[in-house]
Nanobody, 112 residues
């Protein structure tokens, strides 16, 4: 059974940085890609990053050049490095597997 636990969220000023982590429990982490999503109040859930099983990342234009997704198979850890954060990056960030597993989320607030 897969379990996902996100951490690393917090309050940061515009232009600041945060690194989110997602700890994976279960089998076959090395065989799957992973995703990050976010959900802001009053908005639909938004995809923010993906990484394939072979380590190829993909981002929407809204975060490209600012966010970096990484997957450490030895530690079963997914990360999201977020730089030059903007107020519109505020939301609850979730990691996700292709099979539909979700963590509990971690809050990111970008505000001065």
């Amino acid at each position: 059974q897969v379990q996902l636990v996100e951490s690393g969220g917090g309050l940061v000023q515009p232009g600041g940085s945060l690194t989110l982590s997602c700890r994976f429990s279960g089998r076959d982490f090395t065989l799957i890609g992973m995703n990050w999503y976010r959900h802001a109040p009053g908005k639909q859930r938004e995809w923010v990053a993906s990484i394939s099983a072979s380590g190829i990342p993909n981002y929407p234009d809204s975060v490209k050049g600012r966010f970096t997704i990484a997957k450490d198979n030895s530690k079963k850890l997914l990360s999201l490095q977020m730089n030059n954060l903007k107020p519109e990056d505020t939301g609850v960030y979730y990691c996700n597997t292709p099979a539909g597993n979700w963590g509990q989320g971690t809050q990111v607030t970008v505000s001065s």
